[in-house]
């Protein structure tokens, strides 16, 4: 397995911050924004280093949500507060987003998001509000 994170950030006003994937897994669709944890990082670096990269924002992790298998990745899902930076799309996202309610629930219904992000996140009482 390959261990992997990921971030859950709501915004003030309870809107999710996502990532569409500009590589394999899941290229084209929404998911959140995280990646492989390298060698020597702990899981609260590797988020911030993902979530850097892909999005320009500075986070700071505060708890683990849950944890998911994804074929040969097994990923850690940290909510997460946003502590600085500028939102814009960068490393392997092609483009970052706000997502409040509605426009999650379009996401949905296109078949726009990550396989099983929606349900994972219902269960964990993480969706946008």
Not at 10 to 17: C, I, N, S, T
Not at 110 to 124: C, F, I, K, M, P
Request: with cysteine; glycine share 14%; net charge negative.
């Amino acid at each position: 397995m390959i261990r992997c994170v990921g971030a859950i950030v709501h915004d003030a006003e309870g809107r999710l911050l996502l990532v569409r994937r500009g590589h394999e897994p899941g290229k084209g669709l929404w998911s959140l924004p995280g990646g492989r944890v390298e060698t020597g990082e702990t899981d609260e670096m590797a988020v911030s280093r993902e979530i850097l990269e892909e999005t320009g924002l500075s986070v700071r992790s505060l708890r683990l949500v849950g944890r998911v298998e994804r074929g040969v990745y097994e990923i850690f899902d940290y909510a997460c507060e946003v502590v600085g930076g500028t939102l814009r799309a960068g490393d392997d996202a092609d483009d970052v987003s706000w997502a409040g309610p509605s426009e999650f629930a379009g996401l949905v219904a296109g078949g726009q998001l990550v396989a099983e992000l929606a349900e994972t996140l219902r269960e964990w009482d993480a969706l946008p509000r």
